[in-house]
């Protein structure tokens, strides 16, 4: 599965200016996210896939079709696949899992709105789930809203204070939506303590490095 580097979103709120030496070390952090962790920007245990990966996994590909569908290709291919559960949902509207797996379906194909709608009526079944309530955070946070990202991710550590991929999460909309370096570092050396057999430990350290780093700028 292809690395993917997490977009920034729009910000509803003035960017602050950053001095040189933050903006270089902000750019080197986003060149390393790029190929630290697979699954995460989405926070829940199945991976985080881009809208071609996503394609080629869940819809049968024509032959012939390469690897880069065209936008008709994957409006096309993404009904097929929404289609079942969609229907599945409208007949039982309180099926946890069709709710999630629609949600995944739509986050996925990067339709953050949608996928935000559907997360929450899943969590209203379920809401002590803590990889959804990640989920719906990070959906927030595609959508620019970091302030409710956080807020979700707060509520998912209250459930599971040991969930990697909300810590991870946390951080990066610490740094990137509130200008608060130190605050990611706080959430990823959280994550290390809490998880200390955490396959990407390099990684996440050369993150908090370079956090502290821009911290310095």
């Known amino acids: 599965m292809a690395n993917k580097a997490v977009a920034v979103p729009i ?10 030496t933050q903006a270089y070390v902000l750019a080197v952090f986003c060149l390393l996210l790029g190929v630290t962790l697979g ?6 245990a199945s991976p985080a896939v881009d809208t071609n990966t996503a394609a080629q996994q869940n819809f049968n590909v024509p032959q012939g079709m390469g690897t880069q569908p065209s936008p008709e290709q994957q ?21 946890f899992d069709a709710l999630v797996k629609l949600g995944n379906l739509y986050y996925d194909s990067r339709q ?6 559907l997360y929450q009526r899943a969590l209203k079944i379920h809401p002590d789930t803590a990889d959804v309530r990640t989920d719906l955070g990070t959906a927030y946070w595609y959508t620019g809203d970091a302030d409710s990202a956080l807020a979700e991710f707060q509520k998912s550590l209250k459930v599971n204070p040991n969930h990697p991929g909300t810590l991870f999460n946390m951080g990066i909309v610490k740094w990137q939506g509130k200008m608060d370096p130190s605050g990611a570092v706080q959430s990823w050396e959280e994550l290390l303590k809490r998880n200390p ?7 996440i350290e050369e993150l908090i490095a370079k956090a502290k780093q821009h911290s310095k700028g």
Request: no cysteine; glycine share 4%.
């Open 112 to 117: 953050y709105q949608e996928a935000i709608a």
């Open 11 to 20: 910000r509803k709120e003035a960017q602050p200016t950053w001095t040189a």
């Open 39 to 44: 699954y995460l920007f989405r926070g829940s």
């Open 197 to 203: 057999n955490y396959p990407q430990k390099q990684q």
């Open 75 to 95: 409006k096309a291919m993404f009904e097929k696949a929404a289609g079942p559960l969609q229907d599945l949902v409208n007949k039982e509207p309180n099926n």
